[in-house]
């Protein structure tokens, strides 16, 4: 069978070329795939064999194996290669063994493991990563226990997914306790050659609590900075919303459990403005709260500087906002909320059967 019978389709052209270049196959398999694209570009299997560094009995069989399989017939079949050396006891105990730390010992390492499994590190590495387990990682996590969960996050989620005409959706919650923190000594600038210095340690200088609505559809932020937090701060920067929006737009307000929020004082108020719907995430589920982004990108903000007053520290907070109003960011709520209980729902279930 001759390697000049071969002919690609326009397909097989493409992944056999994309293999050639890829960094992230193995070089046998690109060894492979240009076999085959300089046997359908007509050159025999000697030149083949002396281009790639095959044997002439290599280029023939896999010339035979793509004409027979076409792709599939360059992948090597099940139990092919060389048996593993590792005893079986051994990666039992380093699949099993991971999931109970010894005593003492918070998680295994590769090493520790090593050490007892008596085996090299770089084998329990290899075992780990081709079962994708990460005993280095831990994600956090937090289920409401919330007996009106779904009642509510549809009510949350339905605003970004088909928010009301003729109103506003505003992202509403306030970031307590941002401190004014001086660093104790000047740090060097980035230069060529050096990264930037930054000192360990820090003198507090008192804290401020940023209120923030964020418009979903405007993208525009509405804030203010006070010194404490209480309700009397909400009801005022309630009244801030109400001033600095049109009055003829009906507000949607997404806001959390917390006490200010459902003050009787603070009711009172909703009851006189009609035109404000407030809308509450279950509990422990702030991440419903499109705001939580903003004050993500303004906690990496503020962790960069040095204040040695709050005045600097407010001020500060000032301008980055003064800068999101200018060249606004839109977060955008994209996933499925079926998805998102699929998800609750496994985790829900994971959990009883760890109890």
């Known amino acids: 069978m001759n390697s000049q019978n071969i002919t690609l389709t326009s397909e097989e052209h493409s992944e056999l070329s994309r293999r ?13 795939a240009r076999v085959i694209l300089l ?3 007509g050159h025999s299997r000697v030149d083949i064999a002396r ?12 010339c035979q194996r ?24 051994a990666l039992s105990r380093v699949l099993e063994q991971v ?4 005593i003492g010992q918070p998680r295994w390492s590769c090493r520790s493991m090593a050490s007892v499994a008596g085996i090299s590190p770089a084998s329990v590495q290899r075992i780990w990563a081709a079962n994708d387990i990460k005993p280095h990682l831990t994600r956090t996590f937090k289920l409401s226990n919330n007996p009106h969960f779904e009642e509510k996050f549809w009510d949350v989620i339905g605003l970004y997914l088909d928010p009301p005409d003729k109103a506003l959706v505003l992202c509403c919650d306030e970031k307590s306790q941002v401190q004014a923190l001086e660093r104790t000594q000047p740090g060097l600038p980035l230069g060529i050659g050096h990264i930037r210095t930054q000192s360990h340690d820090y003198v507090r200088h008192g804290t401020v609590t940023l209120f923030t609505a964020l418009d979903y559809l405007q993208e525009h932020l509405i804030s203010c900075i006070e010194r404490q937090h209480r309700h009397q701060e909400w009801l005022e920067f309630l009244k801030k919303i109400n001033r600095e929006t049109p009055k003829h737009l009906q507000l949607h307000l997404i806001v959390d459990n917390y006490a200010t929020h459902k003050h009787p004082t603070v009711k009172a108020w909703l ?7 407030m809308h509450f995430t279950p509990t422990s589920s702030s991440w419903m709260n499109m705001v939580e982004r ?8 503020l962790r960069e500087g040095s204040f040695s007053t709050v005045r600097e520290l407010e001020s500060s907070i000032t301008t980055f906002l003064a800068l999101r109003n200018a060249q606004p960011t ?3 709520w994209n996933a499925k909320g079926e998805d998102i209980l699929n998800k609750i729902q496994q985790a829900r279930e994971a959990m009883a059967s760890q109890a």
């Open 271 to 277: 009851e006189k403005h009609k035109r404000f719907h």
């Open 294 to 301: 903003f004050f993500r990108d303004i906690t990496v903000y």
């Open 66 to 89: 793509f004409q027979e399989l076409r792709l599939e017939g360059l992948i090597d079949k099940p139990g092919r290669g060389r048996p593993s050396s590792l005893p079986p006891e």
């Open 39 to 41: 046997a359908a570009q």
């Open 51 to 62: 281009l790639i560094g095959f044997s002439l009995r290599s280029v023939t069989r896999w």
């Open 330 to 332: 839109r977060y955008v």
């Open 20 to 32: 050639i270049r890829s960094a992230t196959i193995s070089q046998r398999d690109g060894r492979r």
């Open 99 to 102: 999931v109970q730390p010894r």
